[in-house]
T-cell receptor, first 114, second 112 residues
């Protein structure tokens, strides 16, 4: 009964392709995130949505476009994939936007661009 | 100066050892502090929050020094199952106060 679930878990694709990663949380949380963990294991925020509204958009190429159809879902679409996009992408959620609340991560989506 | 800095390790210790991890952060306005644990090829999970007065959870003790912008985690009586990467986490700046900034993590390997 996974709280934050993301699909696919593994994705291998060629340069130039367009791909999407889906995320759903059943915790009733208001805020959802996408984080990227690169080969150096550095975990960095990409986007944050609160009740379907974009509230954080870090310096990410505009080939990355998040979409939140409702507060339980936050999908990530990537256009024209590049080798450097290879990483683990973690979806996460938390209650509200308060800094003290626990953030829960999905299991990660392992993207390899060849 | 990086936003959150940690010694990457690895720390290789025998079972039963006491090990301490340190972390410094650059944003003096950070409000909340955490230690997360990440096992190999798994997602990060909250280990414990860090409070100004220091706090303990079983074998784990966390300390915060706001003046020095320094956070620590002490693990006593290490177990094999403690082997993981420990991530120091602080909140972001200004409007991104809800944003969590992760350190690169310190890798711990506990040996029999």
């Amino acid at each position: 009964d996974t709280a934050v679930s993301q699909t696919p878990k593994y994705l291998v694709t060629q340069m130039g392709n367009d791909k999407s990663i889906k995320c759903e949380q059943n915790l009733g949380h208001d805020t959802m995130y996408w984080y990227k963990q690169d080969s150096k294991k550095f975990l960095k925020i990409m986007f944050s949505y609160n009740n379907k509204e974009l509230i954080i958009n870090e310096t990410v190429p505009n080939r990355f476009s998040p979409k939140s159809p409702d507060k339980a879902h936050l999908n990530l679409h990537i256009n024209s994939l590049e080798l450097g996009d290879s990483a683990v992408y973690f979806c996460a959620s938390r209650i509200g936007r308060g800094s003290g609340n626990t953030i829960y991560f999905g299991e990660g989506s392992w993207l390899t661009v060849v | 100066r990086k936003e959150v800095e940690q010694d990457p390790g690895p720390f290789n210790v025998p079972e039963g050892a006491t090990v301490a991890f340190n972390c410094t952060y650059s944003n003096s306005a950070s409000q909340s502090f955490f230690w997360y644990r990440q096992d190999c090829r798994k997602e990060p999970k909250l280990l414990m929050s860090v409070y100004s007065s220091g706090n303990e959870d079983g074998r784990f003790t966390a300390q915060l020094n706001r003046a020095s912008q320094y956070i620590s985690l002490l693990i006593r009586d290490s177990k094999l199952s403690d082997s993981a990467t420990y991530l120091c986490v602080v909140t972001g700046q200004g409007g991104s106060q809800g944003n969590l900034i992760f350190g690169k993590g310190t890798k711990l390997s506990v040996k029999p």
